[in-house]
């Protein structure tokens, strides 16, 4: 396939600039949805809430939060001017945290596989969509245990819609895959917090599954279940174990199901392939 080449090498290129993007979504969406809530709240007691700096996606432009340099287009080519800079701020010279090149790299090799499992097909845009918004919301739980709304549920409306026509499967499977993956978690909830009286988990973790559930169809549900609960056990014991993480401390379950989803998107079917066909 002559043209797999370059749409390997569009692919990757994408994926690193998308993944610079995502550092941004990844850090500013939830103090966007922090000053909505702030702003609500205000409302709610009626009280007028001072008109607040312009902030978004797009405003301001990124800077350094140490001395608030703007960071020119030069100092924002994904991973390259990271090593140019070798990690550090070009006017103060403050350190910049490796997980910016990391989730570059992260979204880069993420849209590669995609780019060479699917190759030069109408599903690779929308694989390349839902890896995009997966990290976003991997590394968003992680460092706020919040799954934004924003999010998960417009990627469980574009999944219905990519499998109009059966990009990923069938559009009756990923019906019942958006609505059991809710349940099943809901159910999950419901029955922890009855034997427990605590929440186990977040609604948040509900519509992702949900939204996996719409993408891939419930046939991947139990394998993303599966996938997610053993690394996130294993994860959760390290934790206890080697860092003295609080057995009450919560853990967030969405890096996890996000990890599971894109296990599931690439190799679901050759896993369940083998283990149907295991003696």
Known sequence: MPELPLTLAIATLVGLFVGSFLNVVIHRLPIMMEREWQSQAAELRGESAPAPERFNLAVPRSRCPHCGHQITVFENIPIVSFLLLRGR???????ISP????????SGLLCAGAALFYGPTVQLPLAMLFIWVMVALAFID???????????????WVGLLANLNGSFTDLHSAVIGAVAGYLILWSVYWLFRLLTGKEGMGYGDFKLLAAIGAWLGWQMLPLTIVLSSVVGALVGVGLIVFTRHGRNTPIPFGPYLAAAGLLAMFFGESITAAYLGAP
């Open 142 to 156: 992680f460092d706020t245990q919040l799954l934004p709304d924003s999010l998960t549920l417009p990627l469980l």
């Open 89 to 95: 701020c070009s006017h103060c010279g403050a350190g």
């Open 99 to 106: 997980r910016y090149p990391g989730v570059e790299l992260l």
